[in-house]
Nanobody
Framework: QVQLAESGGGLVQAGGSLRLSCAAS????????MGWYRQAPGLQRDLVAS???????NYLDSVKGRFTISRDNAKNTVYLQMNSLKPEDTAVYYC???????????????WGQGTQVTVSS
């Protein structure tokens, strides 16, 4: 079992920045992919950004050029640097990880508890 500990959420004015962190711990095999999802009230949970163990990244179109995802493999930690924040970025942000057993090729999905990001105008 893997636990994901998130931090860095908060209240910020439009145009400001926040940096989210998510540290994985527990019985880790290999973190194939880590990423961030977000969910605003009444809406579905959408992928914001993801990064593979090899460093390949994907971003939601609306955050490209403003958000940067990165990871520290030695610390099993993923980061999301969020710049030029807009009110529409307001949501609960959830860390997500895919852990893979390289021998059995079994994959296990884990979610963080969520951290609130609120952007005021």
């Amino acid at each position: 079992q893997v636990q994901l500990a998130e931090s860095g959420g908060g209240l910020v004015q439009a145009g400001g920045s926040l940096r989210l962190s998510c540290a994985a711990s527990g019985s880790i095999f290999s973190l194939k992919r880590m990423g961030w999802y977000r969910q605003a009230p009444g809406l579905q949970r959408d992928l914001v950004a993801s990064i593979t163990s090899g460093g390949s990244t994907n971003y939601l179109d609306s955050v490209k050029g403003r958000f940067t995802i990165s990871r520290d493999n030695a610390k099993n930690t993923v980061y999301l640097q969020m710049n030029s924040l807009k009110p529409e970025d307001t949501a609960v942000y959830y860390c997500h990880a895919l852990d893979r057993d390289p021998w059995s090729v079994q994959e296990y999905a884990y979610w963080g508890q969520g951290t609130q990001v609120t952007v005021s105008s």
